[in-house]
């Protein structure tokens, strides 16, 4: 992820990345960013570079404390600038990624703002707009619900991001069902990261796999869903590789048990997108016709 400012705001965040040396078991837990500050140049250093940490760890200079749920299915933690608690901040969004993403846009005020009031005003600012904002398109966005049945969607298309949608889809509904359908996106990215995908999907409790999106791509990889389905080991895998079959398997499979609590999770960045909202239809005509 990267930043730009026009050189009137005097910064230029040039570079958000993980910051591999804090925590070295999940580089995804931590960020950094470099940014630069276009009126501290000289002629012998024509940039000056500021490094800010932010991540779950105490090693970071911004870091999230005590990181819980709360009732409204997101996080909330105890915001800390180095080592010392400033505020409480709660998201509606869950999942440890969102955490992340809070923390890097308050980071990324804080590089853009040195008064003290000013800081304290911002954090203010951004904790009653994180607490109301409820995501974007396709980020863990809530299609419907019909009865027990909760359908989800969001762009995954990277096992990184499998993980993360997954995490959040368990925090929110620990103890239902989730299903999982996930159309794989081009087959360069299946043939390079198949074991990786099939690790991050092993965390839904039954898996469908389509066909790959193939995008720009023809298939000289010689691959195909039904290699990603039987990679996957410890929950139920299969391969469907037409979305309209899909879709009738998953309305038959929830109208065995309508009010059983279920999660079916859309993943993707291809037409797998439109899957939850005609599962929604169907559901809502097969059960209106069963009342």
């Known amino acids: 992820m990267s930043f730009c400012f026009f050189p009137s705001l005097g910064l230029v965040c040039t ?62 933690y105890i915001l800390c600038h180095k080592g010392y608690p400033l505020a409480n901040i709660s998201l509606k969004m869950p999942g440890i990624h969102n955490v992340l993403n809070s923390l890097a846009v308050i980071v990324t005020m804080m590089a853009l703002f040195t008064n003290q009031k000013q800081i304290s005003e911002l954090i203010n600012c951004a904790r009653l707009h994180l607490s109301s904002f409820i995501g974007v398109s396709r980020r863990f966005e809530m299609v419907g619900t019909v009865r027990g049945c909760h359908i989800y969607d969001d762009y995954a298309h990277h096992p990184t991001e499998v993980h993360a949608v997954l995490q959040a889809a368990r925090q929110r509904f620990p103890k239902e069902a989730l299903v999982v359908v996930f159309q794989p996106h081009t087959y360069s990215r299946l043939a390079a990261l198949k074991n990786d995908f099939a690790r991050a999907l092993s965390k839904a409790d039954d898996v469908m796999i389509s066909a790959v999106y193939p995008a720009r791509e023809v298939n000289t990889w010689n691959i195909n869903g039904r290699d990603l389905a ?62």
């Open 15 to 76: 570079r958000l990345l993980p910051s591999p040396w804090l925590n070295s078991s999940n580089s995804n837990c931590n960020g950094l960013l470099k940014w630069q500050d276009l009126y501290s140049r000289s002629e012998a250093h024509p940039y000056s570079y500021k490094i800010t940490t932010y991540g779950i760890s105490s090693f970071n200079e911004w870091h999230a404390s005590s990181i819980r749920p709360n009732p409204h299915g997101g996080s909330d």
């Open 230 to 291: 039987a990679s996957i080991v410890g929950t139920k895998a299969e391969y469907i590789p037409n979305l309209e079959d899909v879709v009738d398997m998953l309305v038959l499979k929830i109208l065995e048990a309508p009010d059983h609590d279920t999660v079916v999770l859309t993943l993707g960045a291809g037409d797998i997108s439109t899957v939850g909202t005609r599962l929604l239809h169907e559901l809502r005509q097969r059960l209106q016709n069963v009342l």
